[in-house]
Nanobody
Framework: QVQLVESGGGWVQAGGSLRLSCAVS????????EYWYRQAPGKQREMVAR???????DYADSMKGRFTISRNNAENTVFLQMSSLKPEDTAVYYC?????????WGQGTQVTVSS
C-alpha cells in the first residue's frame, strides 16, 4: 500500500522556522500532485501548497512569501519549509499525494507556534 509519513513538526516561537517532511513509500506508479494541508482547532482543513509532477507550485494566499514546497524525487520525499511563523499557523499539517491509481493522506504532524 502507498504510505505517507509526515515528520518535522514541533513547537516554535513566533517568527521561527520549521521544515516538514513527507516520505512516500509503497507501490507507486506516478505521482501527479503532492500537497500540504493544515487543520487548526475548530476550523476546516485548508490547502497550504501544491507541487505538480512538472514542478509547478501553488500556494494559498496567506502562505505566499513564507512557505515553500519542494520535492526530492530520489528520496521520494516532499518538503514544506515554513518561515516567519505566526500563532495562527498552529495546526495539524497533512501531506497528500495523488496519481492515476491512488489518493493518499498522511496521519499529520502537529505544529504549534507560540506568541
Amino acid at each position: 500500500q502507498v504510505q505517507l509519513v509526515e515528520s518535522g513538526g514541533g513547537w516554535v516561537q513566533a517568527g521561527g522556522s520549521l521544515r516538514l517532511s513527507c516520505a512516500v513509500s509503497g507501490r507507486i506508479n506516478t505521482i501527479n500532485n503532492e500537497y500540504w494541508y493544515r487543520q487548526a482547532p475548530g476550523k476546516q482543513r485548508e490547502m497550504v501548497a501544491r507541487i505538480t509532477s512538472g514542478g509547478s507550485v501553488d500556494y494559498a494566499d496567506s502562505m505566499k512569501g513564507r512557505f515553500t514546497i519542494s520535492r526530492n524525487n530520489a528520496e521520494n520525499t516532499v518538503f514544506l519549509q515554513m518561515s516567519s511563523l505566526k500563532p495562527e499557523d498552529t495546526a495539524v499539517y497533512y501531506c497528500n499525494a495523488d496519481g492515476p491509481d491512488y489518493d493518499v493522506w498522511g496521519q499529520g504532524t502537529q505544529v504549534t507556534v507560540s506568541s
